[in-house]
């Protein structure tokens, strides 16, 4: 396998790491994480051919009740999302699912940032967006592959960017969080391509009870 991000329009990392108030994109570097942080990990694979891309936004040591919330919210909109995918289905309508438990939590859906199409390309159509009352064309088929990747931040939705050209911050320095799978398109609904394994790590408290 090979790092999808590495010099992709030369970007410089093999993967993003977004700590806190930086939504995606974010570049690794020496930087230590505290208690407290948010950090998401987005990875990209290029495999036998095809691209596989995923991301998670972990807790740091001890984060506060709001981040745990901004958090559990985020990965919500991203289960309540993939779970209308099969034939049929208009892919304006994901931005509908995401907006509305977004919004009733009480947080706000970043547009600047969407879902794609990815298979041999990293990036293609279809684009997904995230937040309701979008343009995005089309209905889902069977055989697509496409990621939904919801950014949720705890402020305002719009981001700013760093002078590195590439990490996305949000316009009130609030958190954002973000999750993300690439998904399939079967004839009976969807099959998740990045799932965690029944023997990956349990890290999100709400799924252990």
């Given at each position: 396998?090979?790092?999808?991000?590495?010099?992709?329009?030369?970007?410089?990392?093999?993967?993003?790491?977004s700590?806190?108030?930086?939504?995606?994109?974010?570049?690794?570097?020496?930087?230590?994480?505290?208690?407290?942080?948010i950090?998401n990990?987005?990875?990209?694979?290029?495999?036998?051919?095809?691209?596989?891309?995923?991301?998670?936004?972990?807790?740091?040591?001890?984060?506060?009740?709001?981040?745990?919330?901004?958090?559990?919210?985020?990965?919500?909109?991203?289960?309540?999302?993939?779970?209308?995918?099969?034939?049929?289905?208009?892919?304006?309508?994901?931005?509908?699912?995401?907006?509305r438990?977004?919004?009733?939590?009480?947080f706000?859906?970043?547009?600047?940032?969407?879902?794609?199409?990815?298979?041999?390309?990293?990036?293609?159509?279809?684009?997904?967006?995230?937040?309701?009352?979008?343009k995005?064309?089309?209905?889902?088929?069977?055989?697509?592959?496409?990621?939904?990747?919801?950014?949720?931040?705890a402020?305002?939705?719009?981001?700013?960017?760093?002078?590195d050209?590439?990490?996305?911050?949000?316009?009130?320095?609030?958190?954002?969080?973000q999750?993300?799978?690439?998904?399939?398109?079967?004839?009976?609904?969807?099959?998740v391509?990045?799932?965690?394994?029944?023997?990956?790590?349990?890290?999100?408290?709400?799924?252990?009870?």
């Amino acid at each position: 396998g090979y790092p999808s991000p590495l010099n992709y329009h030369f970007f410089p990392k093999s993967c993003c790491t977004s700590v806190n108030e930086v939504i995606c994109h974010g570049i690794p570097d020496s930087r230590k994480l505290e208690d407290g942080d948010i950090v998401n990990i987005d990875v990209t694979v290029y495999y036998k051919g095809v691209h596989g891309d995923l991301n998670e936004t972990y807790f740091v040591g001890n984060a506060d009740e709001a981040s745990r919330q901004l958090v559990q919210c985020t990965y919500e909109c991203l289960e309540k999302a993939i779970s209308i995918v099969k034939p049929g289905v208009r892919f304006r309508e994901i931005g509908e699912v995401i907006n509305r438990h977004a919004t009733m939590s009480g947080f706000s859906v970043v547009k600047s940032y969407c879902g794609h199409g990815i298979g041999e390309l990293f990036h293609c159509a279809p684009n997904i967006p995230h937040y309701s009352r979008n343009k995005a064309v089309g209905v889902m088929k069977v055989g697509q592959t496409f990621t939904i990747e919801p950014m949720i931040n705890a402020g305002v939705w719009r981001d700013r960017m760093w002078p590195d050209g590439w990490t996305a911050v949000t316009a009130d320095g609030k958190r954002s969080a973000q999750f993300e799978h690439t998904l399939l398109v079967t004839e009976t609904g969807v099959e998740v391509l990045t799932a965690r394994l029944p023997s990956s790590p349990k890290v999100y408290p709400w799924l252990n009870a």
